[in-house]
Every structure is written in structure tokens, then in C-alpha cells.
């Protein structure tokens, strides 16, 4: 089952890098983004944390493992409701898998606009549209709401709109 670790935003890397030298045999990720900037007449591709200061572990004893993050260096804690171990819902898991390749990384969707929806041809987004509130044409972003744990949990991806029909 998949949990959600909390750590201090900015040492997610460093404290992924520590689980992993535990040797421990969970797998686990930091939820990442690609989007699009803009520098100096040019489109680069960046990578950014969807959610700083949390990364996803799939593990079967969750008590062994939050003992076991106890020991990294730094602060890291599994997310509890009511002092007890939440995992993702099925539904949440799915959405998860759905929109994150194998390394937690949310790629560039890329789609067109028709009327007045949003047609997304490639990507995580695809066949996700209702998950998009409001995007930017000119950032190339789309903003995003779901559902996590019972609570709108917003973030922005990249999303490039190639034309409007």
C-alpha cells in the first residue's frame, strides 16, 4: 500500500537518498513535474517538486518502515489521521500510478482546445481532463484539483495547448 512521508521541504532528495541506503525494500518516490520555461527567447524543460516537503513509499509493514525513518538524518514522519497510519485509497493509488511514470515523474501533457474543453492527446493528462480547473497558454501550465485523503489537494503541471480549433 502506498503511504505519504512528510519530511522538511527541501531535503526530500537527501532523505530518499538515506532511505534508500537502509537498504530497505520498499519503493518509493518523489512526486516531480516537468513544465516548460521560458529563458532567453527559449522553451527548457525543468524539473519541480509537485508537492515540496513530501514524497510516496509502497511498503506492507508500515510500523517497520516509520521506525526505520526515524533513524535518517533529518525529520521525516509518515502522514497518520488520528494517530494511526493512513495508506492512499484504492481510488487515490490509481490516479497515482495513472499519472506518474516509473521514476515519479508527471511529464508534459500536450492537447488542443475546442469550444470551450480541453482535448488532451499525449501525456498524464490524457483522459484525466476533468482534473484541470484553469490553465495559462502562455506559461504552458494547467492548474489542477483532486481528491487526496478526503481533501482538495491542488498542484500545477505542465500542459502545452499546440492549437485552438
Given amino acids: 500500500m502506498w503511504y505519504v512521508v512528510w519530511t ?6 537527501r532523505v530518499a537518498k538515506a532511505v534508500k541506503e537502509m537498504h530497505c525494500q520498499n519503493r518509493f518516490f518523489i512526486p516531480k513535474r516537468i513544465v516548460q520555461i521560458r529563458r532567453k ?3 527548457e524543460y525543468l524539473e519541480k517538486n509537485m508537492f515540496p516537503g513530501y514524497f510516496f513509499v509502497d511498503t506492507d509493514d508500515i510500523e517497520e518502515f516509520s521506525n526505520q525513518i526515524h533513524k535518517v538524518e533529518g525529520f521525516a514522519t509518515v502522514l497518520t489521521v488520528d494517530k494511526k497510519f493512513f495508506p492512499l485509497s484504492g481510488k487515490d493509488e490509481i490516479l497515482t500510478e495513472e499519472l506518474y511514470d516509473n521514476n515519479g515523474i508527471f511529464d508534459v501533457s500536450k492537447g488542443f482546445i475546442e469550444g470551450d474543453s480541453i482535448i488532451v492527446t499525449s501525456g498524464p493528462l490524457k483522459g484525466q481532463e476533468g482534473l484541470i480547473k484553469k490553465i495559462d497558454r ?3 501550465l494547467a492548474y489542477l484539483e483532486f481528491s487526496m485523503f478526503d481533501q482538495v489537494v491542488r498542484g500545477t503541471v505542465g500542459l502545452e495547448i499546440v492549437e485552438k480549433r
Avoid at 8 to 13: I, K, V
Fill in 8 to 13: 522538511s521541504t527541501g531535503l526530500e532528495d
Fill in 41 to 43: 527567447g527559449n522553451w
Fill in 138 to 140: 502562455h506559461k504552458r
